[in-house]
């Protein structure tokens, strides 16, 4: 068993012993520039105020001349051709004048470029050299499978200092995605080596999938083995270690030793983030939980609600059902918006956010036996954060299953059931160490990170040393 073993994991780790350094140098470059994505705050800020006097079209109308029969959101935003409606079903997505109610998808790159300039300016962002480049499915910032429902996106250079490139929808003519020079530069030595994430491979994700998952099984059972080799070849002489091995071969036996805890965990958790629902739930809501949350409302029954006039400062309106209700949010800022339900009569009936005993009025659907819906605290194990910074998160307890209820749009943020909660502490903590003590002290965190990586890489670059000339002694014989 133990030639087994010790055969199985030389090989195992010549193999292996590049891909494993390679791990432990990126994940210390994405811990200071994460993958590129388009924050929030960055959407908002390009957002340009609503022209509330150019909207004769009702949102019922824009539903109606989508053709989407399952809407289950609308949104009216300001582009730089007028005012649109964004109509969202399940997995379709289109943009309606609503000014005529024709179709104001962002076929052309001139339409393109305006709105890109449009968002450059409201985010000061210099955008005289702005240029189009490109109307593609993929290319290596947007594979992510987010993006699905945008696609093909006009893929824009501003020409500013900082290199920023910007994605359009080309159904909505919205602003998804942005980088920069610099995210670019180092992703390609952080996540799209530490993810194996080449456009070509990236862009099946199924085939992906299998892939990373099948490589980091592999990873995880040479690391495995290794630990268990590493402590079999341990002996004790007259009270001290006696190790069996000399020059390379007792270094990495040393370090492997004292960092097998953290190589171990840090490669299995590793594998664990393709788990994808293989071991362990994926976190999201079933098909009858979905269809109560986001359910297809007959869209009509707006046009008997009298809604207030759109503020001149509202920069975002969405409408969207709420067990039962129907309701309109006015994003004012990136942190404040004004929230109107159907009979409201006074200004003191509206608050920014959906109330506990709205939230509890769902959860009461969603299962059997839910407690009162208590708000996250921000020190809460399994905190997610919300769509508007400053909005409570209700938490729904019912039984071993738990909702996160965003209390800004009424979407459920996450599923939490016992696996799931399991999942968070053997993936995320482990990988990311992200313990709450070390969260509240980022500094620490980081400097844990970066010694234990750094650990993992030296150790690695041993196995390298030790594969190299195994394999050289095999080609000289």
């Keep these: 068993m133990m030639s087994a073993i010790v055969l199985l994991h030389r090989w195992l780790g010549i193999a292996f012993c590049l891909l494993f350094a390679m791990w432990f140098a990126t994940g210390m470059?994405?811990?200071?520039?994460?993958?590129?994505?388009?924050?929030?705050?960055?959407?908002?800020?390009?957002?340009?105020?609503?022209?509330?006097?150019?909207?004769?079209?009702?949102?019922?109308?824009?539903?109606?001349?989508?053709?989407?029969?399952?809407?289950?959101?609308?949104?009216?935003?300001?582009?730089?051709?007028?005012?649109?409606?964004?109509?969202?079903?399940?997995?379709?997505?289109?943009?309606?004048?609503?000014?005529?109610?024709?179709?104001?998808?962002?076929?052309?790159?001139?339409?393109?470029?305006?709105?890109?300039?449009?968002?450059?300016?409201?985010?000061?962002?210099?955008?005289?050299?702005?240029s189009s480049i490109d109307l593609a499915d993929y290319d290596q910032w947007s594979v992510p499978n987010g993006f699905d429902r945008y696609r093909p996106l006009f893929h824009v250079a501003l020409g500013d200092a900082a290199g920023t490139e910007v994605y359009v929808a080309s159904n909505t003519g919205e602003i998804v995605l942005d980088t920069t020079r610099r995210e670019r530069s180092w992703n390609f030595a952080g996540s799209v080596a530490h993810w194996i994430y080449p456009t070509v491979l990236r862009r099946d994700w199924a085939l992906w999938d299998r892939v990373v998952w099948t490589l980091s099984l592999?990873?995880?059972?040479?690391?495995?083995?290794?630990?268990?080799?590493?402590?079999?070849?341990?002996?004790?002489?007259?009270?001290?270690?006696?190790?069996?091995?000399?020059?390379?071969?007792?270094?990495?036996?040393?370090?492997?030793?004292?960092?097998?805890?953290?190589?171990?965990?840090?490669?299995?958790?590793?594998?664990?983030?393709m788990d994808h629902g293989r071991l362990f739930s994926r976190g999201q809501l079933s098909p009858a939980e979905a269809a109560l949350v986001s359910p297809s409302p007959s869209w009509n029954a707006l046009s008997s609600i009298s809604w207030e006039p759109i503020s001149p400062s509202a920069r975002e309106i969405e409408w969207f059902p709420f067990n039962g209700r129907f309701y309109r949010r006015d994003r004012i800022a990136v942190d404040r918006q004004m929230l109107f339900r159907p009979g409201d009569t006074a200004p003191n009936d509206r608050s920014g956010f959906l109330s506990r005993s709205e939230i509890?009025?769902?959860?009461?659907?969603?299962?059997?036996?839910?407690?009162?819906?208590?708000?996250?605290?921000?020190?809460?194990?399994?905190?997610?954060?919300?769509?508007?910074?400053?909005?409570?998160?209700?938490?729904?307890?019912?039984?071993?299953?738990?909702?996160?209820?965003?209390?800004?749009?009424?979407?459920?943020?996450?599923?939490?059931?016992?696996?799931?909660?399991?999942?968070?502490w053997l993936y995320s903590a482990l990988h990311t160490m992200d313990f709450p003590i070390l969260v509240s002290h980022p500094s620490i965190r980081t400097i844990l990170i970066i010694s234990l990586c750094s650990c993992g890489l030296i150790f690695s670059i041993t196995g390298i040393v030790i594969g190299w000339r195994r394999i050289g002694t095999k080609l000289t014989r």
């Excluded at 109509?87 to 709105?115: F, M, N, Q, W």
């Excluded at 190790?243 to 299995?268: C, D, E, K, N, Q």
């Excluded at 938490?395 to 979407?411: E, K, Q």
């Design 218 to 273: 592999l990873a995880a059972i040479a690391s495995a083995l290794g630990a268990v080799l590493g402590i079999a070849r341990i002996k004790v002489s007259d009270g001290r270690l006696d190790l069996p091995y000399r020059g390379w071969h007792a270094l990495h036996h040393v370090i492997g030793l004292t960092s097998m805890v953290f190589v171990l965990t840090w490669i299995v958790s590793g594998w664990l983030s």
């Design 360 to 424: 509890e009025g769902l959860a009461q659907h969603l299962a059997m036996g839910c407690g009162i819906p208590s708000v996250v605290p921000a020190t809460d194990d399994y905190l997610v954060l919300p769509t508007i910074p400053g909005a409570p998160v209700y938490r729904s307890i019912c039984g071993d299953v738990w909702f996160d209820i965003d209390g800004a749009s009424g979407t459920v943020l996450q599923r939490l059931d016992s696996s799931r909660r399991a999942y968070r």
């Design 29 to 130: 470059v994405m811990h200071f520039v994460p993958f590129p994505s388009l924050t929030e705050a960055e959407r908002f800020a390009g957002l340009a105020p609503l022209d509330g006097t150019r909207v004769p079209i009702a949102p019922q109308d824009a539903v109606k001349a989508s053709g989407i029969d399952d809407t289950v959101r609308i949104r009216l935003i300001q582009r730089s051709d007028g005012p649109v409606y964004i109509v969202a079903g399940r997995s379709l997505t289109t943009s309606i004048s609503a000014t005529d109610g024709s179709i104001a998808e962002a076929k052309s790159p001139r339409v393109a470029l305006a709105e890109t300039e449009q968002h450059a300016r409201n985010r000061g962002i210099d955008c005289t050299n702005a």
